[in-house]
Structure formats: structure tokens, C-alpha cells
Nanobody, 122 residues
Framework: QVLLQESGPGLVKPSHTLSLTCTVS??????????WTWVRQRPGKGLEWIGT???????SYSPSLQSRTSIARDTAKNQFTLQLTSVTAEDTAVYYC??????????????WGQGTQVTVSS
């Protein structure tokens, strides 16, 4: 029943900021104990975790991307966002938002958006 929908520009110029929004329906982003995450898949590569925002609003980021990444939320709109600054062609990817079910031993991504293609090009 939980639906996630990514939205945002599909084309971003190099050195600019990639901005995406994930709109969630069927579940609240403030509900214990769910996390909300951004994942991407670059061409020819596997899935790469970007970062997460928790049900209380705390964030964590991939070490390789944290200097350029910011995740925020708008609880009134039940949305969370991704900003990735100073993008290059290497940031071209399909970007997904997903829900994480936190568990003490292993967590699980149980709901995913359909993904959105973002191309970095001038």
C-alpha cells in the first residue's frame, strides 16, 4: 500500500545541483521505525546507497558522497528530498527512493519508487 514517487529534473548541468523529491503515500515518513533512503544505479554498476533520513529526521550519508549530499524532509507534505551538489557526468544514474524497515540485526528495503533517470550533461 505504500507508494513512493520520485520527481525532479531529468537533466542537470555539470557543476549544478541535482534536486529530487520523493512523495510518499500510504504511510507517514514520521512513523516509528521506518527510515527513508536514496539509492542510485549508475550505468554498468550496481546499486549504490546515497543516504537516509530517519523517522525523527536524523540523516546519514555514504562516506563517498557525504560532502556533496543533503537529505531533508517536509512532514506536512510527506516528502523527503535529495540534493547532490557539484555534479559531474559520473553522477548520471537512475535514482530511487525507498523505505527501510529498521531491525536490530538486518534492515530491509521493502518499498521502492519506480526510479527516475537523471543525466548530467551540458
Amino acid at each position: 500500500q505504500v507508494l513512493l514517487q520520485e520527481s525532479g529534473p531529468g537533466l542537470v548541468k555539470p557543476s549544478h545541483t541535482l534536486s529530487l523529491t520523493c512523495t510518499v503515500s500510504g504511510g507517514s515518513i514520521t512513523t516509528n521505525y521506518y527510515y527513508w533512503t536514496w539509492v542510485r544505479q549508475r550505468p554498468g554498476k550496481g546499486l549504490e546507497w546515497i543516504g537516509t533520513i530517519t523517522y525523527i529526521g536524523s540523516t546519514s550519508y555514504s562516506p563517498s558522497l557525504q560532502s556533496r549530499t543533503s537529505i531533508a524532509r517536509d512532514t506536512a507534505k510527506n516528502q523527503f528530498t535529495l540534493q547532490l551538489t557539484s555534479v559531474t557526468a559520473e553522477d548520471t544514474a537512475v535514482y530511487y527512493c525507498a523505505r527501510v524497515v529498521w531491525r536490530p540485526e538486518v534492515s530491509e528495503l521493502d518499498y521502492w519508487g519506480q526510479g527516475t533517470q537523471v543525466t548530467v550533461s551540458s
